[in-house]
């Protein structure tokens, strides 16, 4: 079982491998401004939150970032998890599950009325953890960039 920790200045490098790691995974790339600033958000835990999932040694294996925001169906705020990510060497020993059970525990302390997420069609990987552990909405995501 995978402890969870909130992301600190002191774990820039290892939030970075596995950073970078999950934009490879999705062929993104991000300019380095833009991770210096996403750092930052997510070590001040003010708009921008994030954990480290850890193996039994204390290593960082996985991540999440989440944010709330307003809703419109709703008077209270909603959890968007943002990112998720877990070393493919550490897959299938419950990080996964435990990073979201992590956002979702600080959501509903929170007041949020639920956390969503996004993910490619083609993660099945992903997917069959998502389908256990949430219901689908059937959405599809689109969107313009600005």
Not at 7 to 16: F, S, V
Not at 36 to 64: M, W
Not at 82 to 93: C, I, K, N, Q, S
Not at 135 to 145: A, D, L, M, P, R
Request: proline fraction near 4%; aromatic fraction near 12%; charged fraction near 25%.
């Amino acid at each position: 079982m995978s402890s969870i920790t909130p992301i600190t200045a002191d774990d820039r490098p290892a939030w970075e491998a596995l950073w970078q790691a999950y934009l490879t995974f999705y062929e993104a790339e991000v300019p380095a401004d833009v991770t210096e600033s996403t750092f930052q958000r997510i070590v001040a835990d003010e708009h921008l939150h994030g954990a480290f999932a850890r193996d039994a040694e204390g290593r960082p294996i996985g991540l999440v970032h989440w944010l709330t925001h307003p809703g419109t169906w709703t008077s209270k705020v909603v959890c968007y998890l943002e990112d998720l990510y877990v070393d493919p060497d550490a897959r299938g020993e419950g990080a996964g599950t435990a990073l979201i059970e992590h956002v979702r525990d600080w959501a509903r302390l929170f007041g949020a009325t639920s956390v969503y997420w996004h993910t490619k069609e083609d993660n099945a990987t992903a997917r069959s953890l998502y389908d256990k552990v949430a219901t689908s909405t059937g959405f599809v995501h689109y969107e313009i960039e600005l």
